[in-house]
Protein backbone atom coordinates (compact mmCIF):
# COMPACT_ATOMS: atom_id res chain seq x y z
CA UNK A 1 0.00 0.00 0.00
CA UNK A 2 2.59 2.52 0.49
CA UNK A 3 4.47 2.13 -2.79
CA UNK A 4 1.10 2.83 -4.23
CA UNK A 5 0.40 5.87 -2.09
CA UNK A 6 4.47 6.93 -3.23
CA UNK A 7 3.02 6.65 -6.81
CA UNK A 8 0.77 9.58 -6.14
CA UNK A 9 2.53 11.74 -3.78
CA UNK A 10 6.41 11.76 -3.51
CA UNK A 11 8.10 11.08 -0.25
CA UNK A 12 10.13 14.12 -1.04
CA UNK A 13 6.72 16.62 -0.54
CA UNK A 14 5.20 14.11 1.98
CA UNK A 15 7.50 15.58 4.49
CA UNK A 16 6.51 18.35 6.75
CA UNK A 17 7.02 21.37 6.49
CA UNK A 18 10.31 23.34 8.54
CA UNK A 19 9.72 24.75 11.61
CA UNK A 20 10.33 28.22 10.80
CA UNK A 21 7.95 30.47 9.58
CA UNK A 22 8.06 33.19 7.40
CA UNK A 23 7.49 36.90 8.28
CA UNK A 24 4.27 37.59 7.65
CA UNK A 25 4.42 41.16 6.70
CA UNK A 26 6.98 39.39 3.99
CA UNK A 27 4.00 37.31 2.48
CA UNK A 28 1.48 40.14 2.37
CA UNK A 29 4.69 42.78 1.01
CA UNK A 30 4.16 42.41 -2.48
CA UNK A 31 0.02 42.85 -2.53
CA UNK A 32 0.95 46.26 -0.51
CA UNK A 33 3.51 47.34 -3.31
CA UNK A 34 0.69 46.54 -5.98
CA UNK A 35 -1.80 48.51 -4.51
CA UNK A 36 0.54 51.51 -3.57
CA UNK A 37 1.36 51.38 -7.09
CA UNK A 38 -2.19 51.25 -8.66
CA UNK A 39 -3.06 54.03 -6.45
CA UNK A 40 -0.43 56.26 -7.89
CA UNK A 41 -0.83 55.46 -11.34
CA UNK A 42 -4.36 54.98 -11.55
CA UNK A 43 -6.74 55.82 -8.92
CA UNK A 44 -4.74 58.98 -7.55
CA UNK A 45 -4.76 60.60 -11.03
CA UNK A 46 -8.66 59.60 -11.55
CA UNK A 47 -10.00 61.38 -8.64
CA UNK A 48 -7.69 64.63 -9.88
CA UNK A 49 -9.17 64.36 -12.78
CA UNK A 50 -12.58 64.22 -11.68
CA UNK A 51 -12.22 67.13 -8.98
CA UNK A 52 -11.12 69.29 -12.04
CA UNK A 53 -13.88 68.27 -14.09
CA UNK A 54 -16.18 69.37 -11.42
CA UNK A 55 -14.68 72.70 -10.93
CA UNK A 56 -14.78 73.36 -14.61
CA UNK A 57 -18.53 72.38 -14.66
CA UNK A 58 -19.47 74.90 -11.71
CA UNK A 59 -17.85 77.62 -13.18
CA UNK A 60 -19.73 77.23 -16.33
CA UNK A 61 -20.97 80.98 -17.27
CA UNK A 62 -23.03 82.24 -20.34
CA UNK A 63 -20.76 82.83 -23.47
CA UNK A 64 -18.34 80.40 -22.37
CA UNK A 65 -17.58 78.22 -25.85
CA UNK A 66 -17.55 74.41 -24.62
CA UNK A 67 -17.37 71.01 -26.35
CA UNK A 68 -20.07 68.32 -24.83
CA UNK A 69 -19.36 64.40 -23.99
CA UNK A 70 -21.19 64.14 -27.68
CA UNK A 71 -18.98 66.03 -29.42
CA UNK A 72 -21.06 69.10 -30.42
CA UNK A 73 -19.50 72.78 -29.78
CA UNK A 74 -21.28 75.55 -29.09
CA UNK A 75 -21.54 78.61 -27.19
CA UNK A 76 -23.56 79.19 -23.52
CA UNK A 77 -26.57 80.70 -23.99
CA UNK A 78 -28.33 79.81 -20.59
CA UNK A 79 -27.21 78.28 -17.47
CA UNK A 80 -29.16 76.19 -14.82
CA UNK A 81 -28.76 74.63 -11.80
CA UNK A 82 -28.80 71.31 -13.91
CA UNK A 83 -28.96 72.39 -17.66
CA UNK A 84 -26.85 74.61 -19.97
CA UNK A 85 -28.28 76.15 -23.11
CA UNK A 86 -26.35 76.17 -26.02
CA UNK A 87 -26.26 77.67 -29.51
CA UNK A 88 -24.83 75.39 -31.86
CA UNK A 89 -26.12 77.45 -34.87
CA UNK A 90 -27.69 80.18 -36.06
CA UNK A 91 -31.57 79.67 -34.55
CA UNK A 92 -30.68 76.29 -33.49
CA UNK A 93 -29.87 76.03 -29.31
CA UNK A 94 -29.95 72.66 -27.40
CA UNK A 95 -30.53 71.83 -23.96
CA UNK A 96 -27.68 69.21 -22.53
CA UNK A 97 -26.83 68.31 -19.02
CA UNK A 98 -23.88 70.62 -17.31
CA UNK A 99 -21.63 67.54 -16.20
CA UNK A 100 -22.16 66.61 -20.15
CA UNK A 101 -19.98 69.04 -20.93
CA UNK A 102 -16.29 67.68 -21.59
CA UNK A 103 -14.31 70.39 -22.05
CA UNK A 104 -13.87 74.52 -22.25
CA UNK A 105 -12.78 76.07 -25.46
CA UNK A 106 -10.79 78.99 -25.87
CA UNK A 107 -12.56 82.40 -26.67
CA UNK A 108 -13.13 82.42 -30.65
CA UNK A 109 -13.43 78.71 -31.21
CA UNK A 110 -16.83 79.29 -32.30
CA UNK A 111 -17.08 81.20 -35.57
CA UNK A 112 -20.52 83.17 -36.05
CA UNK A 113 -21.94 82.31 -39.33
Known sequence: MDTLLDFFISPAWAQEAPAGQPDPLM????????????????IRPQQKKVKEHKAMVEALGKGDEVVTNGGVLGR??????????????????????????????????????
Do not use: C, Y
Open 27 to 42: SFLPLILIFVVFWFLL
Open 76 to 113: ITEVGDNFVTLKIADNVEIKVQRHAVASLMPKGTVKDA
